[in-house]
């Protein structure tokens, strides 16, 4: 897959809409009840970050941004301001053996809950713990798959976790760029859609 490990403005992406969407297909009866069939099994984000056009500045950084994509030819990382960090984060159980350790953000609600995987962790913001102490060395991360490595294998029943922030992955969901010219030297892209993606 093309992907670029690059971050979408942080500053344009601030304030934009969306946010996670399932695909569910619902089946009414005659009688009036429901067969409801969740087609994924996590979600899947989408945004519209127009609103956080503000200058020319950022219009002409835009511009150059979609070109370097070609649209929707080449996934970006994107960082969802109401959701890109995690704090003391349960990834694991040592075992004697396991060296590696997937990141991921765990999401509860009652007794229900969903695991999203995090592939893409922001430099310089990873922090693992073993069994509650932070992790200064012995350790690396690989930014663009979000495993953790141990160079020794935490010891069997210590708790690994971590904080860290995250980006998400994403493409463009347009191939044309639409920009009015709303007044002198500044223009508006009235629609900015982006998608995750799964890698």
Known sequence: MTFHEIQFP???????????????TVVSTASGYEQRNSSWSAARGS??????????TQLN???????????RAYGFRFKDW????ATGQAIGTGDGAT??????????SGSYGETRTIKKPVAGTVVPYLAGVAQASGWSVDTTTGILSFLVAPATGIAVTADFQFDVPVRFD???????????????WSGIPIIEIRI
């Open 10 to 24: 942080p500053d344009i992406a601030y304030g934009a809409q969306g946010g996670p969407q399932y695909s569910t």
């Open 47 to 56: 945004w519209n970050v127009a609103s956080g056009l503000k200058t020319q």
């Open 61 to 71: 950084t835009l511009i150059a941004f979609f070109r370097a994509r070609k649209g």
């Open 82 to 85: 109401s959701d890109y960090q």
């Open 99 to 108: 060296k590696t350790f997937q990141l991921v953000k765990s999401y509860s």
């Open 174 to 188: 347009t191939d044309q760029m639409s920009v009015s010219l709303e007044q002198y030297n500044l223009g508006q």
